[in-house]
């Protein structure tokens, strides 16, 4: 399968715990999205990678979340000190750059329960 | 907040086309109409994209109005596999740099035996 890939996809912990979360883009997809989804809800885009550089950050990324995109392949998502508002689905997307390019494959998500 | 508004819920009989209306009485010129799709527990799927003109691909039709604030997705003959929640949103190309996507609450289309 060489679709977006996305680890674990589910996740559980008490609040107070830090997570971590992987995403596996596309080979060769320079740009990288994390967006987080609550339920009844659309997706949220929280943040932006073109190749290892984070270009982009919502306000959403409070200073608990930090993303990184080592070498400009896979990227992680951190939250520290979890909180329950944090329980939604977070998900990943990659496209390749350049005009014609700008459709979205996204993975299947991770879905975090803070208890 | 999303540039487009959609009907909550729709339901389609099977092997019927199922037209799913979206408005984005506010779209910039520079602006494209994208249609994405969310069956339950997966991630979003691009369908569709246009900027004026009529689209058409393997998955579905996009026939947007001349004066651009509204569009309609058009299923040809739907399948049970097609019940999913369908997003319209309105976003420039971006050549460099993010394109983000501001997803609204979409359309839940139920597709009936």
């Known amino acids: 399968d060489t679709g977006v890939s996305q680890n674990p996809r589910h996740k559980i912990t008490k609040r107070g715990q830090n997570v971590t979360f992987r995403c596996d883009p596309i080979?060769?997809?320079?740009?990288l999205y994390w967006y987080r989804q609550t339920l009844g809800q659309g997706p949220e885009f929280l943040t932006y990678?073109?190749?290892?550089?984070?270009?982009?950050k919502s306000r959403l990324l409070s200073d608990r979340f930090s993303a990184e995109r080592p070498k400009g392949s896979f990227s992680t998502l951190e939250i520290q000190r979890t909180e329950q508002g944090d329980s939604a689905m977070y998900l990943c997307?990659?496209?390749?750059?350049?005009?014609?390019?700008?459709?979205?494959?996204f993975g299947p998500g991770t879905r975090l329960t803070v208890l | 907040d999303a540039k487009t508004t959609q009907p909550p819920s729709m339901d389609c009989a099977e092997g019927r086309a199922a037209n799913l209306p979206c408005n984005h009485s506010?779209?910039?010129?520079?602006?494209?109409v994208y249609w994405y799709r969310q069956i339950h527990s997966q991630g979003p799927q691009y369908i569709i994209h246009?900027?004026?003109n009529n689209e058409t691909n393997e998955m579905a039709s996009l026939i947007i109005t001349e004066d651009r604030k509204s569009s309609t997705l058009i299923l040809p003959h739907a399948t049970l596999r097609d019940t999913a929640v369908y997003y319209c949103?309105?976003?420039?190309?971006?050549?460099?740099?993010?394109?983000?996507?501001?997803f609204g609450q979409g359309t839940r289309l139920t597709i009936n035996p």
């Open positions: 997307a990659s496209s390749p750059l350049g005009v014609r390019y700008n459709e979205q494959f």
């Open positions: 080979s060769e997809h320079n740009r």
């Open positions: 990678f073109q190749n290892e550089a984070q270009l982009e």
């Open positions: 506010t779209i910039s010129g520079n602006e494209y």
């Open positions: 246009g900027l004026k």
């Open positions: 949103i309105v976003a420039p190309i971006v050549i460099q740099g993010a394109q983000k996507l501001v």
